[in-house]
């Protein structure tokens, strides 16, 4: 088993300095953080967390609040959250919840009856005794891809309006005029990704139409592929869609070829979250790329100064990027 002398021979500094490294401590360049983290993974090496616990009077434990189904781009999130704790010292606890009344409430119940150290939610939770708790208890808590009004919580999160009218106005300048929405009735990002779709249009001079839009009950595959059939049942003449995340696109393109129409001869797609899978699409998939990666570490990275007592900043703003590959084109001659 690697010790911590073992550890700082091989990163050539101090014991002093592997401890500082991964217990989140100051005083430690980036670069050498970066190399013994780094070699944490490589070799294995467990700080001796039970004797931590009884000096520091901690658990090094953290607390995630995840959906218990959960997509591939939350996927993508949850696991650099969780390597990137591991890397500061810590272990994880999952708190799996539905987006159900009582399913929400117990697993506050859970969350209230385990020693944690913190609570990252990557999940959004509808019921207002979640975030009470998390307030009077003040245990650390991080909100990962949402914020929430009040300014009290730590939040890691993209603009979703304004990513999204990104994503509209790429359409609108490929030549679009009438393009449909897929999006969600659950979760704060749904609502925001259909304002910036809305904001999109209406900078163009194009009215955002009720009959274009379709709000599902999730953001699957499936969803996707309902939606986009209802869509195409009312015959609007769409040259384009914007999906509100990844999954609802690969759905609509799937809707689209059971119809014998062609993406993107026929009908664009662009979708949000640039997750793994869009890029190896046919065809690849056009979308708004969250930084998904980065935004994973510095929720870890938060989450671990504020249980050293560090003083955050309450929201961490992520920039988004537009990818653009073959799912979107101008739209066929005569429309």
């Known amino acids: 088993m690697t010790s911590i002398k073992d550890l700082a021979r091989l990163a050539g500094v101090s014991p002093s300095t592997i401890s500082r490294a991964v217990n989140g401590k100051k005083y430690v360049k980036p670069e050498i953080r970066e190399r013994i983290l780094e070699l944490v993974r490589e070799t294995g090496y467990v700080p001796n967390s039970a ?24 996927r993508q999130l949850f696991s650099t959250v969780e390597r990137s704790l591991e890397g500061f010292g810590y272990h ?17 119940r859970r969350i ?111 969803e996707g592929r309902s939606g986009m059939r209802a869509l195409l049942e009312r015959d609007l003449g769409l040259t384009a869609v914007f999906a509100a995340t990844d999954e609802l696109a690969i759905g609509a393109v799937r809707a689209l070829y059971e119809a014998g129409l062609k993406v993107p001869r026929d009908v664009s797609v662009i979708g949000f979250d640039d997750i793994d899978i869009s890029a190896y699409l046919s065809p ?29 900043p309450g929201d961490s703003v992520f920039g988004h990027e537009l990818v653009i590959r073959e799912s979107t084109k101008g739209p066929p001659k005569g429309n």
């Open 51 to 74: 004797a931590r616990s009884m000096v520091l009077k901690r658990t090094f434990t953290v607390g995630i609040v995840i959906p218990d189904t959960f997509n591939m781009f939350q």
């Open 112 to 222: 209230k009856a385990e020693k944690l150290d913190g609570i990252i939610m990557i999940h959004e939770v509808a019921r207002p005794e979640f975030y009470d708790f998390l307030a009077k208890s003040q245990l650390p808590a991080v909100l990962c891809t949402f914020t929430r009004a009040g300014g009290f919580f730590h939040s890691v999160h993209v603009d979703e309006e304004a990513a999204a009218r990104t994503a509209t106005e790429h359409l609108v300048s490929l030549g679009h005029r009438r393009i449909g929405l897929l999006s969600g009735t659950h979760f704060s990002f749904g609502a925001q990704r259909a304002e910036g779709y809305r904001s999109g249009l209406a900078a163009s001079g194009i009215e955002a139409r009720e009959a274009d839009a379709v709000l599902l009950p999730s953001y699957t595959p499936e």
């Open 284 to 312: 690849g998939l056009t979308t708004v790329r969250q930084p998904i990666r980065e935004m994973g570490k510095r929720t870890a990275e938060i989450m671990s100064r504020l249980i050293e007592g560090h003083r955050e």
């Open 92 to 108: 994880t606890s999952f708190f799996f919840v539905v987006w159900e009344p009582e399913s929400e409430l117990r697993c506050l």
